[in-house]
C-alpha cells in the first residue's frame, strides 16, 4: 500500500544552477546521498529527502517521463514571490476553486521542470498578484 509521496528525481546539466534554486531561491537544504557513481544532490524539506538531482554532462534526448508537474506546500507567499521575481523567474498564481481556496504558484525551474507551491487561503499575496494570475509571467 502506498502511504505517501516519497521524492521526485530530476536531471540536470546545471547541477550548481539547480541547488541554488531549490537551496537558496526556495528554502531547502542539501543533506546526505549515498555514493552513486554519478554527481547529484539530495534537497531535504525537513528531515525528508524531496528531491534527488542527477548531474549529467548533457540533457537526454528525447526527455523522458511523463511528469506534469512537482508541488509542495509552502509558506511566505508574498516574500517568495518577491524572491522569483528578482531572480526573473516567470510565475503564475490563482486560487484554488472551491474551499479552501488555497493560493496556487506555478513557474519553472532552471531546468524547465514545473513547480507549483501552494499557500494557505490566509496568506496575503503582493498587492499586483492579479497580473500574475493569467499565462505565466
Do not use: C
Not at 55 to 74: F, K, S
Not at 93 to 109: E, H, K, M, V, Y
Amino acid at each position: 500500500m502506498i502511504k505517501r509521496p516519497d521524492h521526485f528525481t530530476i536531471v540536470t546539466d546545471q547541477l550548481e544552477a539547480t541547488r541554488a534554486f531549490y537551496v537558496d531561491l526556495l528554502g531547502m537544504r542539501e543533506g546526505p546521498r549515498p555514493a552513486f557513481p554519478v554527481p547529484g544532490l539530495w534537497l531535504y524539506i525537513d528531515d525528508q529527502a524531496a528531491l534527488h538531482v542527477v548531474g549529467v554532462e548533457q540533457m537526454p534526448n528525447p526527455r523522458r517521463g511523463v511528469l506534469d508537474h512537482m508541488a509542495y506546500w509552502a509558506e511566505g507567499l508574498r516574500d517568495t514571490m518577491a524572491a522569483l521575481r528578482l531572480r526573473g523567474v516567470s510565475m503564475r498564481l490563482i486560487r484554488s476553486p472551491g474551499t479552501p481556496r488555497t493560493w496556487q504558484l506555478f513557474f519553472a525551474d532552471p531546468n524547465g521542470v514545473d513547480v507549483e507551491l501552494d499557500f494557505a487561503e490566509t496568506e496575503t499575496p503582493p498587492e499586483d498578484w492579479k497580473a500574475f494570475s493569467g499565462p505565466l509571467r
